[in-house]
């Protein structure tokens, strides 16, 4: 009895470890997915061709000298906007470039007593741009040629003269690149536009202006 008992419990055994390997056969290995790593953006680059546009302030001041009746000045802040275009080249970090700007102005000054009134009419400048790019923010400096047509108006006589002036101009500003084509910018400029004379050398003024713009750039 005892033998039977035996050879059953190993007839039972066996058969257990046969279904139990079996079915660990038919188990296959999965291993796990590999993790999605997404690749880092890349850095931005400043170096390319760009066209914009800006808008701003520009406060005028003015020193006049007239033969007849002597000098006077005054000063006023009037609106600014224009557009730019620049190419610039990125070395690491540091960003040299060179940029030209041209803007309609509405800033005028007007002295009652000689009844005149002097418009800026037009502004622009051509500067080379030095900066540092931390990725796609630039802050810069910047500096060059300036000019200017300028307006006198004699109410008293009825006369007009337009004059060009030519000086130079310094500032410094900040652009952020909002994606890889479009990039903001916020600019102060000091204008000096020197002294022209008017009116076969009766009139005499010299011109300065700080100007405070804002712009968008598209770049290529």
């Given at each position: 009895?005892?033998?039977?008992?035996?050879?059953?419990?190993?007839?039972?055994?066996?058969?257990?470890?046969?279904?139990?390997?079996?079915?660990a056969?038919?188990?296959?290995?999965e291993?796990?997915?590999?993790p999605i790593?997404?690749a880092?953006?890349?850095?931005?680059n400043?170096?390319?061709?760009?066209?914009?546009?800006?808008?701003?302030?520009?406060?005028l001041?003015?020193?006049?000298?007239d033969?007849?009746?002597?000098?006077?000045?005054?000063?006023?802040?009037?609106?600014?906007?224009?557009?730019?275009a620049?190419?610039?080249?990125?070395?690491d970090?540091?960003?040299?470039?060179?940029?030209?700007?041209?803007?309609?102005t509405?800033?005028k000054?007007s002295?009652?007593?000689?009844?005149a009134?002097?418009k800026?009419?037009?502004?622009?400048?051509?500067?080379?741009?030095?900066?540092?790019?931390?990725?796609?923010?630039?802050?810069?400096?910047?500096?060059?040629?300036?000019?200017g047509?300028?307006?006198?108006?004699?109410?008293?006589?009825s006369?007009?003269?337009?004059?060009?002036?030519?000086?130079?101009?310094a500032?410094?500003?900040?652009?952020?690149?909002f994606?890889?084509?479009?990039?903001g910018l916020l600019?102060y400029?000091y204008?000096?536009l020197?002294?022209?004379?008017?009116?076969?050398?009766?009139?005499?003024?010299?011109?300065?202006?700080?100007?405070?713009?804002?712009g968008?750039?598209?770049?290529?």
């Amino acid at each position: 009895m005892n033998a039977l008992r035996l050879a059953t419990l190993i007839s039972a055994s066996a058969l257990a470890l046969g279904v139990t390997a079996a079915q660990a056969a038919d188990l296959t290995y999965e291993p796990a997915p590999a993790p999605i790593v997404e690749a880092a953006p890349a850095a931005f680059n400043w170096t390319g061709f760009y066209l914009g546009v800006h808008a701003g302030a520009a406060l005028l001041d003015g020193d006049y000298n007239d033969v007849d009746f002597g000098g006077f000045s005054g000063d006023n802040t009037g609106f600014i906007g224009g557009v730019q275009a620049g190419y610039n080249w990125q070395f690491d970090n540091i960003v040299i470039g060179a940029q030209t700007d041209f803007a309609y102005t509405s800033a005028k000054i007007s002295d009652d007593a000689f009844g005149a009134e002097n418009k800026l009419e037009w502004l622009g400048s051509t500067t080379a741009r030095v900066g540092y790019a931390f990725d796609n923010f630039l802050v810069y400096g910047k500096g060059g040629v300036a000019y200017g047509q300028s307006k006198i108006d004699d109410a008293v006589l009825s006369v007009n003269d337009s004059q060009w002036h030519v000086g130079w101009t310094a500032g410094v500003g900040a652009e952020y690149a909002f994606t890889q084509n479009i990039t903001g910018l916020l600019e102060y400029n000091y204008v000096d536009l020197g002294s022209q004379d008017y009116f076969n050398d009766a009139v005499s003024a010299d011109l300065t202006t700080n100007v405070i713009k804002a712009g968008l750039n598209y770049k290529f």
